[in-house]
């Protein structure tokens, strides 16, 4: 009997057909016969589902099972539905290893940050990298062992790029929701310019950068803190930003269009020989400003902010895991213990009913 | 039936008997699978880079509430049955679905309070699905504080029959209150989840391929095994009780 219904569980697994040799039935002369072992059509769930039929084989001739058919013969037949689950467990094992989600982000050991699609990712185990070549644009976001921002952001370029740097020719700082930010402009040559936002991170610093290399443009990007009046309107945080670059001002706005990337709603101010983007999200406002044949701004602008605004640190809370493991482990192991002290307390009234009786006899 | 040979009936009973064999396997094939569950949701599933390692309790915490389910489930059909043929198996059969029923509700309580901690910044607050999970976890406790109180034993099974029939409708509020009940913040994994909701995750295939085994089995083997190992133990219990109240009686 047990010989009999095990193919038959391994065969509901795979999903195949009750046409077969394993059942004795015929199959239609155009249908292929497929058994437990047929490896050639289902890879993975073929070999699970071969080897669950060996087990199944192997634990129906074992003396357990055979004493058990012996004893009784019905609970058998009800086994079935008990052996599926766990066998239905071990698939699940399988198919869980060879199917996760792929997700967004770069994640490295301390950090997540956005994987930009269609840039050349050039990430290294300890910090994220974006090169786009046709933009002459790379976007960094690293973690540095410099407990001071700026010096730290100067440390990273210096590392990263190359770059001698002097002192920053804009540097403010803004609260955003998982801390407090540094903002930092340089110009290190002639060409390249570097937009950098650094917080701190306990002993280290988190480094979010910015760098063009384009001849033919300048580019820079910013986060400044919005003021009561200004909320709500990016053409005046435009404004205002270009006051603080002091490259611009506002009577050089000639159009205004709005404009939807993912990573928000922006204004787009075209003006005399420059374009200018504005984002308002939360108590910030995020400005990118391109001088020269600016084109790439919105890629350029949309790209960094999806940097800015979607890194963020894992949480390390394993220790509430462990807290919420034992004390779900410490409850079930109550409900047991206390069967087994039940059974004992029952098994000592009975010895004491019976040691009573003997005394009364 | 003589006084002698009720007792020895009643001995009898109070016996430990051999355990069935399909109970056996059950308890195996539990024990087997918690432990796979475990690594699945611990160490097969990927780490929410969002909440971090706390969220796999998820697979613990969302099946024991389904564990629970089903064991007060079991209360309302046993006392049901016990109402209608007056049998004192069903009644044991509601009694054990209170217990299991109440350990399952208690980690269910306590892994969320755990995971709203880091998520949350709280161990409790008042919102809706928090506070009915509270009252069900109570409305099952106070069933077995009145079950200890009332001395007809009759009067006893009947009035906890009913008890527990009624006790049913706070697992179902509970179960359904942050699909009504707009103001919570609780997280819903399956469907959308309320407008306040905090700490949701997608079911991500990672996360159903480790939830499904886990729910499974915290909805029906750990549930019916650890019900039917009680009822045994409730059986052998009573006849000790009655073999106590019959020689006694001599």
Redesign the interface.
Known sequence: MMRSFLPLVSLKLARHSTCGEENGRNCPSDSKKITPFDGSRHSIHTSFVGATYQVARVLGRSRWITALKRTNGTVLRQYRTSLLIPILIFASVILAQGDQDTVPYIQSSAFNAPLLEGWNNQSGDDFAQFHSAEDHATIRTALVEIDEPVAAAASDLRRAFGFDLEEPIYQDKVNLADGTWNVLLYEPDAVASASVMARRAGSQTVVISFVESDPEARILMLAIAQTGDTREDAATEIDLALSLLASNNAADLVETTALSLPSGEWTRVVGDGFLAMGMVFGNDSYIAVGEGEAESLPKLADAYNRSVLGFFVTPDNSGYLALALTASFAILALLILSYFWRSRNIQKDLQLIESLNQTDS | MTAKTKVLSL?QS???TPM???LK??TI?TL??FC??L??GLL????D??????Q??FY??MP?FFGAFTAFGLTVVGGILYLWRKSEGWDRIALAGV??GL?FA??NL??GA??A??IWNTWWTWDPRLTSAAIMALTYAAYLMLRAGIEDEARKRSFMSVYGIFAFTSVLVTLFIIRVVPETIHPVIVGASPQNAQGGFEA???VV??L??SL??WL??MPIT?IW??VR?ER??EA?NR??MQ?LSE
């Open positions: 001995r109070a016996e430990a069935p064999a399909l396997l059950l094939v087997v699978g796979i569950t690594v699945l097969v599933a990927g780490t880079i969002q909440q971090g390692e706390i796999r309790i613990i915490h024991s217990e299991v350990a208690l980690i306590v892994t755990i995971w901690r880091p991500t295939s990672g391929m480790a499904i085994p499974l089995l029906t083997l650890l190992h009680r133990i052998r219990l000790v073999l106590k020689i």
